[in-house]
């Protein structure tokens, strides 16, 4: 069979998925192998400007239905159908789009360009095991080889990129979002943490100041947003024992001075009263519960982009 008549019999690539969340793109590679081939596109390389990270993915299973995004929308189909013949044709391939690439009739607005490694899946261990670590909220690594054509768990790197001639995709738990509060703030940023994916724990009368050693790690953000200023100290002293990349609190500049004062009362040093992030949110003042939840988030979702790029 010649490529036209390849091309002829291959299923047209079709969405079937509207996520980027690499948790969820690596499910759908293990729910769709049950079926049939599976092949995984990853970002490998960028020249100039990207709509995404090294190390995003293209999911695509032998129906042509994919997953996942490698630039803001305008390649994924084209990827698509680069791994449906790769799948046809059984061996690993590499795609090149935009800046350098024989296929001129596809442009990136931004003007750079994006290489894509294109994996026949062969099994799925490599992948159930970092999905396992995902939902212990630990993070993961996978090691692309292109000339083994094989996809393995790896050390868990600083960044993705090329390591002695594999590619490294990083892994990390999504955001705990962990909201005290008895307050309309609290409730909106909630609602909104919730939609934007986040792991959203509001503590009440459940949960008290002494859970949230088993609630917080290195990937928990708290937004402590009570208006008054004692029932939000055993909130902090604990949050600020834990490793939680984000604390921010409810209040002006005064009350933090306020707050600061009392909390070296209780002995809390210096270093960790400057991890608070007072007054809470990227911008304000704010004279709204809606307009105050997504300052809070906007600064949550920068934090973690510095703590985890």
């Known amino acids: 069979m010649n490529g036209t008549e390849i091309l002829n019999v291959l ?24 079926r049939g081939p599976v092949a995984v596109a990853t970002l490998t390389g960028i020249r100039g400007s990207a709509a995404r ?7 695509i299973a032998a129906d042509g239905g994919y997953a996942g995004f490698v630039s803001g929308g305008c390649v994924e189909a084209a990827v698509a ?6 799948m046809a044709d059984g061996h690993d391939r590499t795609a090149v789009f935009g800046e350098g690439s024989p296929f001129f009739d596809i442009v990136l607005p931004c003007g750079g360009g994006i290489t894509i490694a294109i994996h026949v899946l062969r099994d799925v261990g490599a992948i159930e095991h970092t999905l396992h670590n995902l939902a212990a909220r630990r993070p993961a690594a996978l090691c692309y080889d292109p000339q083994q054509q094989a996809l393995r768990c790896a050390p868990v790197p600083e960044r993705p990129g090329w390591d002695n001639g594999g590619f490294l995709s990083v892994y990390h738990p999504v955001t705990r979002m962990v909201i005290s509060g008895r307050s309309i703030e609290a409730q909106k940023l909630a609602q909104l943490a919730a939609c934007a994916g ?24 708290f937004a402590v947003l009570y208006h008054d200023p004692d029932a939000e100290l055993p909130v902090l002293h604990r949050a600020l024992q ?4 984000y604390i921010g609190a409810l209040g002006s500049m005064r009350t933090h001075r306020a707050r ?7 002995g809390i040093p210096e270093t960790d009263i400057a991890r608070i992030k007072a007054p809470i949110g990227m ?21 973690r982009l510095a703590a985890f790029a």
């Open 11 to 34: 299923p047209t690539p079709v969405r079937v998925l509207e996520s980027d969340d690499p948790a969820e793109l690596l499910r759908f590679a293990v729910t769709s192998f049950a």
């Open 53 to 59: 990270r090294l190390g995003s993915h293209v999911v």
């Open 81 to 86: 159908a680069e791994a449906l013949l790769a």
């Open 198 to 221: 986040y792991d959203t724990l509001a503590l009440g009368p459940s949960l008290v100041a002494d859970d949230i050693g088993e609630l917080a790690d290195a990937y928990t953000a």
């Open 242 to 245: 834990s490793p939680a990349f």
């Open 260 to 266: 600061a004062e009392r909390l070296r009362g209780m």
């Open 283 to 303: 911008f304000g003042p704010t004279r709204d519960a809606s307009s105050l939840a997504i300052s809070v988030l906007a600064d949550v979702a920068a934090a």
